[in-house]
């Protein structure tokens, strides 16, 4: 059991749209229907939108022990084809409306707006025992793989968050990321773990629904990508009116400087806290924050390690640098390091192949006082819109369309360098439909050829020297 | 070029769509224009424009045709 619902039966847990609410006691009913109709320990495929069908399925298969895929809703068709023959799930948790695309599949069981669909599997999958949900790295890539998280790394994350932002039952948390990626999750797992109401919304911030839904329901908190603090900055937040506003999140990528010192100017002025954060999917959320009360005279810094979390700096060698100011790849050991991943359901039975530690491919350094910076990635892969995208599997999924390219670029902007000049659009507009994201992320850039080495590497700093 | 034909053309320009599109669009009902699209349709207009749109403004401005009637308040035309 991940949850105990019945230690806050009367709070309110969710608030949806249309200002009904759900308490948690009608949520731990309404759970052990959904679990029933399921029957027993199997993959599901969850259509994640921020509605209460959706938090209903989530909570419901995480307590007893079903195993959720996580996709937003709005999945690419021929994405969700790929993933259905490599995962073979027993059920599909989708909204009313998506259902009548999936024909092939009979609804079993319907509640709040979202349906049961049973598929053709049958329990065939072999489940390791502690794996509890599986969460793309990269918000919507097109690629298979999915990070393996277990109850023990959900639990030991979900413990930190709490302790560290000092969560209790009053906090009212509105939604501004879909619940198919990490960050917006944990949102979702470490309010219900005190009794606090989370407001649903699938409106954005460039919506006056959303603000309207904002104020009216009182929100206390919300967490934001960079891009949605670029967007906040344009909607000149700091004037806005929100009385029961306390407390601003960010993670998901490296705010700029600038924003980071408005916010947390904002915040210092307006007795409010703004709280700096750094993780990866493969921490299951969180391994770092910056304490308020640092959010302006440490401008810049990821903050101090997790509760129950050890951040060490390594060398090229592997080994630990123990002076301050040296950069190093950062290197996080906690319980809250998940299981490892998966391409496939002959992955499931895995177990635990990361034993609590993860080299997170960042680069970092740590200062006197012992904050840490980031200041580098030793991978190839970039932040778009708070989604970490592997470069190597764009360029890979874009020559598999028959595109010869290479990827570069920095975060918000990738680049896609192409020797066919016809092709830039239709390459565009195919990375976009396929990764889900707003065509404005990628720049494509005509080139002669590739430069690459005697060994046929390709030369990127060459890239980038000449049309960077 | 008159101020319909700049207003088209930073939706056009934008999001990558004909002129035709463009007349009927409303917020999310293509994938350019979401709330990314938005915020750089938004700079762009101010720009063209020379304007800076009011917060309530921003978040109201959800489609071509809403978009025209607040251009009315900061006196262009269109």
Known sequence: MMWRFEQFADNTALVSEDGSEVSYAALQSESDKLAAAVGSRCLVFMFCRNEKGSLLGYVSFLNNRIVPLMLNAEIDREMLNVLLTSYKPDFLWVPFDMAGKLPEYTSVYSVWGYTLLKTPNNGETELYDELALLLTTSGSTGSPKF?????????????????????????????????????????????????????????????????????????????????????????????????????????????????????????????????????????????????????????????????????????????????????????????????????????????????????????????????????????????????????????????????????????????????????????????????????????????????????????????????? | MTNLEKYTQIFTETFGISAEVAASLEYQQIQEWDSVGHMSMIATLENVFEIMLDTDDIIDFSSFEKGKEILKKYDVEV
């Open chain 1, 147 to 468: 990070v393996r998280q277990s109850y023990g790394n959900i639990r030991a994350n979900t413990e930190s968050i709490v302790q560290y932002l000092e969560l209790g039952a009053t906090e009212r948390s509105i939604t501004t990321m879909p619940m198919s990626y990490t960050y917006g999750l944990s949102i979702i797992n470490s309010h219900l773990w005190v009794g606090a109401s989370i407001i649903l919304s699938s409106k954005t911030m460039m919506q006056k629904e959303f603000w309207k839904q904002f104020k009216y329901n009182g929100a206390t908190s919300f967490g934001g990508v960079p891009y949605i603090y670029e967007m906040l900055d344009k909607l000149r937040f700091y004037r806005m009116d929100l009385p029961k506003l306390r407390t601003i999140t960010q993670a998901g990528g490296k705010l700029s400087l600038e924003l980071h010192k408005k916010f947390a100017g904002y915040a210092e002025q307006t007795n409010r806290r703004f709280v700096v954060m750094y993780g990866q999917t493969e921490a299951t959320a969180r391994m770092s924050y910056l304490p308020w009360e640092y959010a302006v005279s440490k401008a810049g810094s990821i903050g101090i390690v997790i509760p129950g979390g050890e951040f060490t700096l390594t060398d090229d060698n592997g080994s630990i640098i123990t002076e301050g100011n040296i950069t190093g790849e950062l290197v996080y050991t906690g319980k809250n390091v998940t299981l490892g991943y998966a391409e496939s359901v002959e992955e499931l039975n895995k177990g635990d192949e990361n034993r609590g530690v993860l080299h997170t491919g960042d680069i970092a350094k740590r200062d006197s006082e012992g904050f840490y910076y980031i200041v580098g990635r030793k991978k190839r892969f970039l932040k778009l819109f708070g989604n970490r995208v592997n470069l190597d599997d764009v360029e890979r999924m874009l020559q598999q369309a028959g595109f010869e390219c290479a990827c570069g670029g920095i975060d918000d902007r990738l680049v896609i360098y192409l020797t066919d000049q016809e092709k830039t659009s239709e390459a565009k507009a195919l990375i976009s439909a396929k990764m889900g994201l707003n065509p404005s992320a990628f720049t494509t850039i005509p080139i002669k050829e590739i430069p690459r080495n005697e060994s046929g590497k390709v030369l990127y700093s060459k890239l980038e020297e000449l049309y960077g």
